[in-house]
């Protein structure tokens, strides 16, 4: 039996024999399953498999009981390891090895290619390389907000430390002391391409120490010398990182070594012999038969519940005067310190975490910071570290937004946030600076395609308020909703949105509602259906409109990948919609729309006005004049559009 934890000064006799039959188990697992799945990455299991079965072994985790609170969380960065994971898991007592031999890479089975949170003890799913430090940073965080004692392990591979975000990790774990973190590295010197030395040199020891880690040198296959590697690591009062020399295809005599068994299983016949050196049967006819009589579980569900807490306060909604002059970035602010106020004296709700590069006056997270600064995390020009440590720290029971810049919050951290989706997690990422509104700062700061990006990004809602007001109640709104959000905003002061008797539109009665669209101003003759900073510009349109005999309706659209159908149903009666958009003109809320009115066989003709090339610096209106996105441009395509 198995000691959980690191108090022992070394590991018994009778412990480390029963870690060395668990290691040669989980060897023939790794080839069983790769083999009969006739894919996989046997060879880097195989090195890596020690040193995740001894983990497993010594963390505080419970196979009876995956969810414990205040349980150690084991991250795998390297996710092609799975086999080494799945196997490891199993031998730990999670669940039968034989589910994952026979349903390894099967269509339907919960045991991917790649670990999956389905999996028990699976705390995040990992595939692209170099993430799972800046996910252990978030962890990490997790354990510190609750106020819990559990310690952060993150298992990696040598050739992923070349990535520029694990560097960004590093700096950041330093930064914020984070002592429960330690990282093992499975160093066999070998990737796909042939030796890390080769492919891309890197001085990974040195890279660690000269951003204030301890680095600890240990034998990846001897469990007593890596056993007091970890109990030096999690003793030692800092960020750790124990780099343990292993050997690819470790165990079986033609595979140790051979770069070419990274990404390939054996035959069928290599099977047979590496099975007989390890001394284990090969049964591998039962597999076959289960695996062909394999049916699929059903829905996709994780292991063990996301960790969201609703009971966050909504705090005092804001209402902005008619006459007031702000922008919709100030008002996210303002009610995010406010929510932050509220729910720091509600008993029972979720601590807040707030993530900022180097922008937080700009975005308005500087007051956050100043009130909460425990809560507060300044990465610096660190987006994708940031975002990753933002994403796996919303899975925990945090409430976490991440604020910055539309080309740096959605543009450069794109695949971040993809996988923050893929791991259900509940990020709120807040960006300002988005369009041609964005003005002088020029092309390169012009984001353009935000929800043509969250489009492709299954889970991810889309928030672009019109005005303070709606920007004040939407920021309230998800603050403690589960899911990960985008909401979007100018940099420009926005006029208060008003009815046509001068009073806001969003007043104290409004409440938010995702998906709810809003109709500004009624009118049948066309409808122009709009988004953000366009949105004042296409009231003054419609008035224009009015003077010259046409009613046009305003239908404001802030969630444009969540259409009204009742919205849309009254729209398509007026048998033309223009969108108008400061986004991509290809991708964007006229994409939305059309592809809504097409699906949904709506009787409607569409005419899509938005941004169709990359615009230069200058003044927002003259931006806006040079991309025909002015109130008279609009209003000149509309009389055109109904001439004809």
Same mark, same amino acid.
């Given at each position: #039996? ?16 029963? +870690? ?20 996989? $990455? ?45 196997? %490891? ?39 692209? +390389? ?8 978030? +962890? ?43 990282? &093992? ?7 796909? @391409? ?58 079986? /005599? ?21 099975? %007989? ?25 994780? @292991? ?25 970035? /100030? ?17 029972? @709700? ?44 919303? /899975? ?48 390169? $700061? ?49 006029? &208060? ?33 709009? #988004? ?24 404001? &659209? ?9 919205? #849309? ?6 048998? &033309? ?13 006229? %994409? ?53």
């Amino acid at each position: #039996m198995i000691e959980r934890g690191f108090a022992a000064e070394k590991l018994s006799r009778a412990e480390v024999d029963e +870690l060395r039959e668990r290691s040669r188990l989980c060897r023939g697992d790794i080839l069983k399953m790769t083999t009969l799945a006739s894919s996989g $990455h046997p060879g880097g299991s195989m090195s890596t498999v020690d040193i995740a079965v001894l983990v497993y072994a010594k963390a505080n985790i419970d196979p009876r009981n995956p969810c414990m609170p205040g349980r150690d969380y084991v991250l795998v960065s390297h996710g092609h390891v799975s086999p080494a994971v799945y196997s %490891s898991l199993a031998r730990t007592g999670f669940f039968d090895p034989a589910a994952a031999i026979a349903g390894y890479r099967l269509a339907g089975s919960l045991f991917e290619g790649h670990i999956e949170h389905q999996i028990p003890g699976v705390e995040w799913i990992t595939g692209n +390389l170099g993430q799972g430090l800046s996910a252990g940073c978030g +962890l990490s965080l997790a354990h510190r907000l609750h106020g819990r004692k559990g310690r952060t392990f993150v298992l990696m591979s040598d050739g992923e430390q070349a990535k520029g975000q694990i560097a960004e990790a590093r700096r950041f774990a330093v930064k914020y002391g984070l002592t429960d973190l330690t990282v &093992v590295i499975d160093f066999n010197e070998l990737q796909i @391409s042939g030796s890390i030395h080769d492919v891309m040199p890197n001085n990974i020891a040195g890279c660690f120490e000269a951003d204030g880690w301890a680095v600890i040198r240990a034998d990846g296959h001897d469990f007593q010398t890596l056993y007091s590697a970890l109990r030096s690591a999690v003793n030692d009062g800092k960020p750790s990182v124990v780099i343990a020399k292993t050997v690819m295809g470790k165990g079986v /005599s033609f595979m140790e070594n051979v770069v070419e068994y990274h990404g390939s299983a054996v035959s069928r016949e290599q099977l047979a012999k590496a099975l %007989s050196e390890l001394g284990i049967p090969n049964d591998m006819d039962r597999f076959e038969k289960a695996r062909k009589e394999f049916r699929p579980p059903g829905i996709e569900v994780r @292991s063990c519940p996301i960790e969201t807490n609703l009971a966050v306060s909504q705090g005092s909604p804001v209402l902005y005067p008619a006459d007031a002059s702000t922008d919709n970035r /100030s008002a996210f602010g303002a009610a995010l310190l406010d929510v932050a106020k509220a729910s720091a004296q509600k008993p029972g @709700s979720a601590p807040f975490a707030v993530f900022d590069c180097d922008l937080s006056v700009s975005v308005k997270t500087a007051k956050f910071g100043s009130e909460f600064p425990r809560n507060f995390f300044q990465a610096g020009v660190q987006e994708h570290n940031a975002a990753t440590v933002a994403g796996a720290l919303s /899975s925990k029971g945090v409430a976490c937004f991440f604020a910055d810049f539309g080309v740096f919050g959605v543009d450069e951290t794109y695949n971040q946030h993809r996988l923050n989706d893929i791991n259900w997690a509940n990020l709120k990422v807040v960006c300002t600076h988005v369009g041609i509104d964005v003005g002088e700062d020029g092309k390169t $700061h012009h984001c353009l395609d935000y929800v043509g990006a969250m489009r492709n990004i299954f889970g991810f809602n889309v928030v672009v308020p019109a005005d303070p007001n709606q920007t004040d109640r939407a920021i309230r709104a998800i603050a403690g909703k589960p899911g990960c959000w985008l909401v979007a905003m100018g940099r420009s002061k926005t006029p &208060v949105v008003k009815k046509a008797d001068g009073t806001p539109f969003f007043d104290k009665e409004y409440a938010f509602e995702y998906g709810k669209a809003d109709w500004l101003r009624e009118g049948f003759d066309c409808v122009i259906a709009t #988004m953000g900073s366009l949105v004042p510009r296409a009231i003054a349109a419609a008035d224009k409109l009015k003077e010259k005999g046409v009613k046009a309706g305003v239908l404001n &659209v802030p969630c444009p990948k969540q259409l009204d159908p009742d919205a #849309m149903r009254k729209a398509a009666e007026a048998g &033309v919609i223009f969108s108008y958009e400061d986004h991509n003109v290809h991708t964007g809320l006229g %994409s939305c729309i059309a592809d809504y009115i097409l699906e949904n066989s709506l009787p409607a003709s569409l005419v899509k006005l938005g941004v169709r090339h990359y615009a230069p610096s200058g003044r927002t209106e003259d931006l806006y004049r040079e991309m025909g996105l002015s109130t008279e441009h609009l209003v000149e395509k509309v009389l055109e559009t109904l001439r004809t």
